[in-house]
């Protein structure tokens, strides 16, 4: 029963690609009872070309010291005085500065610490042999080659954002540096509605050449082990139950349209974002592939092939990209070019290789 609606559905898809269509004068449908033969060779595709991004660079990693930074929380002793580790602010009175279960000196968003008859004291960019040495040069005013203890009671300063279909989403703090491996199994994996295909890291620059894909998914470690998170990416798994394909141009519903979990082929797709009433060109429809991160497929299809029943209709894969062109466009460079506006404004809807390749400086 469910195969039977699934067909109903699909039929009725199509068919309303064929009224949409009828009234282009350029455009003839087939007469009624029309019988056609569909052969091996009968392709819809007319240019097919695999696009290719570099990967993010890998580089030898020289271990460096943990560098004190704003928000951190600091346990600071002095010669076993306990009072050293409390915070002051700048009227000189002490108090105690809490994060969950740790307590000490917090840095503030200026850099700064304050501490009992020293005052302010800028400890943030330091390491901890240093911030040692800061702190006792301060208190040789008041007592004899004092010894100093700092540690790091809990890190605030480097965060990394786990986000969407983790089984521990949140956020998380570097205590040390962290391979793309490490930074993932802060969440504890990912759950059973996870899209690994759409999986990416953001940071300030945009989004990151690294395929979590064969990374998760396929067990290629080198594509994580050999590469660092900074403080402040954003680690982001999507839900495979909001999976969309986008159609662009000659439409009036240009945007995202919903892929069911039957799947959509090319001509649902185009229904349901309903071809403009005048202007568009069947022969040169444009489909973006994503085939993971760095690597992804640009099609050309013959649209008008499928209409007359020369060719089978094409299925769409998750975040493809459609463009309906208004009338016979050049190169990619052109298509590109007039669907920039667009793919910008749905920019963290997109697929990691369309963001990566299109969007990135631009």
Same mark, same amino acid.
């Given at each position: ?13 199509? &068919? ?18 029309? #019988? ?35 928000? $951190? ?8 005085? =306990?009072?050293?580790?409390? *915070? ?17 000196? *917090? ?7 304050? &501490? ?9 960019? =330091? ?34 954002? &786990? ?27 990912? $759950? =059973? ?14 989004? #990151? ?23 402040? $990416? ?46 568009? $060109? ?52 052109? =298509? ?27």
């Amino acid at each position: 029963m469910g195969r039977v609606i699934s067909t109903y559905i699909r039929t009725v898809f199509i &068919l309303s690609v064929f009224v949409v269509v009828s009234g282009c004068a350029s455009f003839k449908d087939l007469a009624p009872g029309t #019988v056609k033969q569909i052969s091996a060779s009968g392709n819809s595709v007319v240019q097919r070309e695999i696009v290719r991004v570099a990967p993010a660079a890998t580089a030898s990693f020289t271990p460096q010291p943990y560098r004190i930074g704003c928000y $951190d929380i600091l346990s600071i002793n002095m010669n076993g005085l =306990a009072d050293v580790s409390v *915070t002051g602010d700048e009227t000189g009175k002490s108090s105690v500065k809490r994060s969950g279960k740790a307590a000490g000196a *917090t840095v503030d968003a200026t850099g700064m610490v304050y &501490l009992p008859q020293v005052g302010a004291l800028k400890l943030a960019g =330091a390491s901890i042999p240093e911030a040692q040495e800061l702190v006792r040069s301060a208190y040789l005013k008041y007592y004899k080659n004092p010894w100093v203890v700092i540690d790091v009671a809990e890190y605030r300063s480097k965060p990394i954002y &786990l986000l969407g279909q983790f089984k521990n989403p949140g956020v998380y703090y570097m205590d040390r540096p962290m391979t793309v491996v490490e930074g993932i199994a802060l969440g504890s994996g990912f $759950d =059973a509605t996870a899209d690994i295909t759409g999986a990416r890291i953001t940071r300030k620059r945009g989004v #990151v050449p690294i395929d979590l894909h064969a990374l998760l998914s396929q067990g290629q470690l080198d594509a994580g082990s050999q590469h660092w998170l900074e403080p402040g $990416d954003t680690i982001y798994i999507p839900d495979s139950r909001n999976q969309q394909v986008f159609v662009f141009g000659s439409v009036k519903k240009p945007g995202p349209v919903v892929m069911p979990p039957s799947g959509i082929n090319l001509s649902q797709a185009i229904a349901s974002a309903e071809l403009a009433d005048l202007g568009y $060109d069947f022969t040169h429809v444009r489909i973006i592939r994503s085939l993971s991160a760095t690597q992804g497929e640009l099609l050309v299809v013959d649209f008008e092939k499928i209409m007359r029943g020369q060719a089978l209709p094409i299925m769409l894969r998750a975040g493809d990209v459609v463009y309906v062109p208004r009338s016979a466009v050049g190169d990619w460079n052109t =298509a590109i070019a007039e669907m920039l506006p667009s793919l910008q404004a749905i920019s963290t809807l997109l697929q990691p290789f369309v963001n990566i390749k299109y969007l990135t400086n631009n």
